[in-house]
């Protein structure tokens, strides 16, 4: 985060950075928020990646006004980078023994991802998911034996159609978050197009949101999950409630009676997922508590 002060009043603003991985000038014509305020003051945030670790000089220009400071990014201030390499062998006793378990509930739609390379995520059960933009197949998933999905939060995730949920429902998935910044564009699932209920992560911390700005957030975790680990999530809907688990534990439980549509997993209404996604799978009736922490531990 970049401020200056004592700025003539609504004057725009040029913000250079000298560093990598090139030199960026930024002005108020490319950035409208790029201008001081009524109290003569620039505010201004710039998440640095891994292409930006070194040093670099930062000038910021505005009404004639000069100020000049060299700040450095170190590896140690990012978070793990997501894994990427060639895909992983696939299948093993608790991997057949995982899919056995959630086949046994009867879901709706599952999908695994343990294909090496796409164009599509096979379904196991309900209609195949085309992969849009660089999906990385065959990544090391939560279970040992599985594989996963790679996205890389630029575009990235999978198309899956529509699947409306009227009544009782649970949603469980696996999610691995590995962005400089979890924000609600990091999500498990979304609509396909317009704006409805979605389960992001707002300020790293998962929730139910409705869609609607005067309802707000449904139901939430208090505390922000950690970069580079997996977590199981779910949503369960039993008669008007719905309940949020992460790793198998209640954490949250809320009226909801709204349709639920999903359209896409891997991606927000406002953005897609850096990280990986694994082991999705949706039913039209709730599972039990005992039936989601079952999940958890047959992955470890």
């Not at 933009?133 to 995730?157: C, E, H, K, M, T």
Request: glycine content about 12%; some cysteine; aromatic content about 8%.
């Amino acid at each position: 985060m970049l401020t200056g002060s004592g700025y003539p009043p609504d004057q725009p603003a040029t913000l250079t950075i000298e560093g990598p991985p090139e030199p960026l000038t930024l002005t108020q014509a490319t950035n409208p928020a790029l201008r001081s305020d009524i109290r003569g003051i620039v505010l201004f945030e710039l998440f640095p990646g891994r292409e930006n670790i070194g040093p670099a000089r930062i000038e910021l220009t505005a009404g004639g006004c000069t100020a000049v400071t060299t700040v450095e990014v170190l590896e140690s201030m990012l978070p793990p980078a997501c894994p990427a390499g060639d895909p992983v062998a696939s299948g093993s006793p608790k991997s057949d023994a995982y899919e056995a378990l959630v086949l046994a509930d009867g879901p709706l739609a599952y999908w695994r991802f343990e294909e090496e390379a796409g164009p599509l995520a096979i379904a196991t059960v309900g209609q195949d998911g085309a992969i849009q933009g660089d999906g990385v197949f065959g990544q090391a998933g939560p279970i040992p034996g599985s594989r996963a999905l790679g996205l890389d939060g630029d575009g990235d995730r999978v198309n899956i159609g529509d699947i409306e949920l009227p009544a009782d429902f649970t949603i469980e998935g696996w999610i691995f978050l590995c962005d400089n910044d979890i924000t609600d564009e990091d999500g498990l699932f979304s609509q396909d197009g317009g704006f409805g209920p979605i389960l992001v992560f707002r300020d790293a911390k998962p929730v139910l949101w409705s869609g609607s700005s005067n309802r707000g957030d449904v139901v939430w975790a208090e505390e922000p999950v950690e970069h580079a680990r997996w977590y199981h999530v779910a949503l369960n809907r039993a008669g008007p409630d719905v309940t949020l688990f992460l790793d198998g534990e209640p954490l949250m439980t809320a009226p909801f009676e709204a349709l639920l549509p999903i359209g896409a997993l891997g991606s927000s209404n406002f953005g897609s997922t850096a990280g990986q996604i694994d082991e999705i799978a949706i039913y039209d009736h709730a599972l039990t508590p005992e039936q989601l922490a079952a999940r958890v531990a047959a992955a470890n």
